[in-house]
């Protein structure tokens, strides 16, 4: 058995250097309808057959006459012309008469008219040749051609037009891989890497082929290898570029032809891989579609631009990075991000990194890239990021930091239907509001356990100025397989809750009640870090109870024995109530239709309340009031 090999990291910019000089332009052209050519790039260049307007037409509906007889008009002079005739807007002007006066300027009688107002010569009237000339140039060579192309190319005179034609072949390739719209079965994948390839590479003109997929089959990817290199310019083979048993596109390219490089210091998608196979370049994509969307957008395309093909419009927007962006020295390395307006400045937060989670880049509106010479950068400088969404969508986009919830979802779901996009990250308590009173979010979502009548413990809410308005009330308690209760607590394997929780102080208050003691806690678990990661540590028997939401308790199919309640809320500046955006979360909030989307999770009576933030906004200790905890606890 062939041992497989280490990936030898070439850097981007000698990756795309060696494909360039490897393989020079290829390709070729073909005449196609001009209804059909919208997104190529012409093959050459397109000039008028004829001239536009060929004569002199009139601009306006009204009267053609010799400027010269006009002369000395004026309201308290009104003159009365004889000659002159009648056009409409397109017509034809006759020889000898060099004005049009629009209609609603003229009276007209029976055999003359009255105008008041002298005409100057060539008012109202296009010259032959105003818009084109015979022989003047529609459209370049490697012009990209737009839908407005379309109807100038057929008013100059075409109904074809000459295209550059790459043809680009896709090949995926995997065991794992089901076809779309098929439900995955265990360990297996939707196969989406040759549908984005083929819609984005279509994008810059390039005529894609996708072909059927191929099994794990050394000989059989050959020989789809060879039928597609024989057909395209360019081929891609989607999957199986790592170092896996499974992997054999390195193994099959070497077999048919050469392998330039296996490898490249880009983050994500390190494994990609270029070989020549009779003379054509071939290049591997790693299977994660995030890495092959970032190999396509940073190697592939630039490398079909090289051959003639048009570049992508690109805006590119300056911002400060809410966050701390480390990186690793020696790779390039693209991060998606999402970025708004906050009182004039855009703040920028990182979506989490990773290959595999391609919805970061559904809620990313840009990405940042970070050269390879680079370790990074520090919260609160100045970078620039390329934005996936058009500019103007990041002044409707609102940052919120804090705890995801079913409020914060469903939230997120009304404001997109008034073009409002709400882009939550997940954050400590302290850190969010620290952020709010930094002006770089407009709100931060927040968990209060209604346990005490302070809430502002430990929050500078004087100092952010601000507003609190609630989502709703819901139940927190025991979950566990059995429905145990407090007393069952001292007896079982207990989860311990992720910092600042209601969870946490739940137990730190059993504990200190002695209803619990410190040998039952399951402390070595990473399940404290999320209350998903309680509930998972309970539902796999890592531990036999917890502290988390009932929604969650209903979602895994645990039982669920209540103690308190939280409140969800958002904080938010008082100065952004005068925020279009906040007033449409408002508007939201408060209606009816809001709060009955959110009756299955929360009780509701409390939802679209707005207040000051302050100790009073919450009253009342559920636990002391039902007597689980004593006072003297606290």
Known sequence: MMKKRYLTLRTLGD????MKTTFPPSGGSMTIPIAESEGRVA???VYARYTVPDSSIAEMDGIAVKSSTTLGAGEQRPLALTDFVRVDTGNMIPPDYDAVIMIEDVSLEESSCIVRKAARPGQHIRPPGQDITKGDLIIPRGHQIRFSDISALATYGYDTVTVRIVRVGILPTGNELVPI???PGPGQVIETNSLFAASFLSRLGALCTTYPLVRDNPLQIAQALEKAVFE???????SGTSAGRHDYSAETIMQLGRLLFHGVAILPGKPAMLGAIRGKPVVGLPGYPVGSQTVLRE????????WGLAPLDEWIIRGRLARDMPSDLGFDEYVPVSAGAVNGTSWIFPHPRGSGLQMNLIRANGYLHIPLASEGWEAGEWVDIHCTSLPH???RTLLCIGAKNPGTRQLAYALANHSVMLQTFDDLSSRALLALRKNSCHLVALTIPDLYGDIGAGYPWNDTHAV???LGKIPVGIVSHTGAGIADLDHLRVVHSPKGSTGRILIDRLIAAKEIGHDQMVMNSPAVKTEHAVISAVKTGIADAGISSAVHAKEAGLAFVPLTHEF????????????????????IVQSQEFRSSLEEWYTTSCTGKVEECTAESFQGSALLREGIVDPGTE
């Open 15 to 18: 990756a795309l250097t060696l």
């Open 43 to 45: 093959s050459e260049p």
């Open 181 to 183: 719209g098929t439900v």
């Open 232 to 238: 395209n310019d360019l081929v891609l083979m989607s």
């Open 299 to 306: 190697i592939v395309a630039p490398f079909l631009v090289s």
């Open 393 to 395: 969508q990041i002044e």
């Open 468 to 470: 609190v308005i609630h």
């Open 568 to 587: 969800h809320v958002l904080v938010a500046r008082r100065e952004s109530l005068e925020d279009e955006r906040i007033q449409v979360l408002l508007q």
